[in-house]
Structures are given as C-alpha cells and as structure tokens.
C-alpha cells in the first residue's frame, strides 16, 4: 500500500480559551481514495479539515500536540500557502474565499501567486473553468453568478493549480437535493480525470455513495470508524448511536445479513440492492 498522503499522529487540539477540540487523532487518508468524513454537528470535522490544510494551528492558534503530515511531510513550520500547490481547501463559507472582481481575475489570482507565467495563467483559467461547466466565463462579474455557480468558480480556481489532494467542508450544505447530486456528479467527473485524492465533509452519505471509496466518522472529537468504506461502514452500523449516519441503503443490507446470515455485496445504488436481493431470496425458495 502506498504511503498516506495524509497522516494524523497522536494529534490533539485546542482553540485559543477553549476545552480540547481533537483527541489523540490517528488517521490516515490513502492516495487517490475518496474519502467522506462525517459526524454530527460539532464532532470537529471542520477543525480537521483545516489542520488538514495546515490553518490548524499555524492560523488560528491554539494548543497542540502530535503531528499532521501532508504528502509524508510535517506541516509543522510551513505557511498554508507552502500546501496550497499540493492540496485545496474548499470551506462551506465559500463565498470568504473568493477576492477578485470577476470570474477570470479570480482563477488568475491564485495562479500569478504560485508564480505562473501569463500564457499558463491564461491556459489554466479556460480549462478550470470548462472543468467546473463555466466555459467563457472569464469576464463574468462575481455579482453575475449564482450562488451555485461562485461555488464552482472557487473550485475552478483550486483546480487550476493541479493539487494532489482537494479537501470540502461541506459543499452541498446549501442546497436542494438536486443540486446535491449534480455537485457530486461534478466532482467525480473532475476525480476521475485528474487523478487527485478527494476529501470531504458529508452528512448525507446517499449523495456521494455512488463514488465514495473511504470513510472517516468523527464523534466528540475522536475517530470512531475509518476505513475502506464497506469496512468503516460496518463499524458504524455496530454503534447504534451512529447507525443513522449510514445511507439507508447500507442500513438494510446490514441490517439483512445479520438477520438471515448472508453475504451481501458493496451497493451502490438501489437497483443493485433489489437486483442482488430478489437473486438472494429466489435461490432460497429454490433450494427449500
């Protein structure tokens, strides 16, 4: 197995003033993976994401101990901007993110920052922002734009650089189910083309169990299931004041092999639940 792109050693903290936030957190999340972290309101997900992207503690300050490592370094002593190559945070405020006038200034800030030249700078704007479905849109007033649509610009200005790892704080928090599903779809397409490692926080798993490889469950600060999702999936099914985090979907799959002894597969959707359950039970009533 490959080396964890990022490794969380022992590693507590605490804002400024504040009782302690993250408790001994051991974890790690795997090169090209998927990643969904959930918990409940509260459980330091947030807090996560930004040590994670090296805000915590270097920002905000605060009491630590132990490590965080991104990309088998110890972001201990690096700027957020010496990370920001190789991984972009995405928060659920998005709209503090976002500095420019328009939508091209936007993607090209970050870009000249990194040290870009113009003709790459240019290069890069057309294609993030075709990546994120905002093709032409350079000269597009950020008043011009949707909610929805600003959300996409954030992203096409974090995609530009080309990170390894893209980390978001709850990126569907605001809107309708529709939406959702269309978010997701999006950032799979732009997952699968480019090969990155995705991360992100999520308390509706049915939105993004289609694409999901691993999961991370927080509660009260600690890590109470990580794993490849069909195995961290389990453990959570095993807390019963967790149980209700799982799709529903997963809920009954679980929920029928412990109730019949059966082995069921990874579903990904409903129709391969029915499909596997209606072979399942047909070959029962055969066999009796």
């Given amino acids: 197995m490959s080396e964890a792109v990022i490794k969380f050693k022992d590693f507590h ?26 918990g409940h309101s509260g459980a330091g997900k947030t807090t996560l994401c930004k040590a994670m992207a090296g805000i915590i503690p270097h920002y905000y300050g605060g009491r630590y101990a132990g490590d965080v490592e991104v990309l088998g370094e110890s972001t201990q002593g690096k700027k957020v901007a010496d990370l920001a190559m190789d991984l972009g945070l995405m928060l659920e405020d998005y709209e503090s993110q976002l500095v420019s006038l328009t939508a091209g200034e936007e993607i090209a800030f970050g870009l000249l920052n990194h040290g870009f030249n113009p003709d790459e700078v240019e290069l890069r704007t057309k294609k993030a922002l075709e990546d ?25 200005s974090l ?11 709850e990126p569907v928090s605001a809107m309708d189910p529709q939406g959702a599903l269309s978010l997701y779809k999006l950032l799979n397409k732009i997952y699968q083309e480019y090969k990155m490692t995705i991360v992100v926080v999520e308390h509706n798993i049915n939105f993004v169990l289609p694409y999901v490889t691993d999961l991370v469950v927080v509660e009260e600060g600690r890590i109470a299931a990580q794993g490849a999702f069909a195995t961290a999936a389990k453990q959570v099914y095993e807390q019963e004041n967790l149980r209700h985090m799982l799709p529903a979907l997963w809920q009954i799959k679980f929920n029928l092999e412990d109730k019949f002894h059966l082995s069921l597969g990874a579903w990904r959707s409903e129709d391969e639940g029915l499909a596997e359950i209606s072979k399942k039970f047909e070959r029962v009533v055969v066999e009796r």
Avoid: C
């Fill in 159 to 169: 995609l530009a650089v080309h990170p390894k790892i893209l980390i978001l704080d």
């Fill in 13 to 38: 903290f605490a804002y400024l003033n504040s009782e302690v936030v993250l408790h001994d957190i051991n974890m790690e999340i795997r090169p090209g993976s998927f990643t969904v972290l959930a």
């Fill in 132 to 156: 994120v479905g905002l093709p032409g849109r350079e000269n597009y007033q950020l008043d011009e734009l949707s909610g929805g649509q600003r959300q996409r610009l954030l992203l096409a």
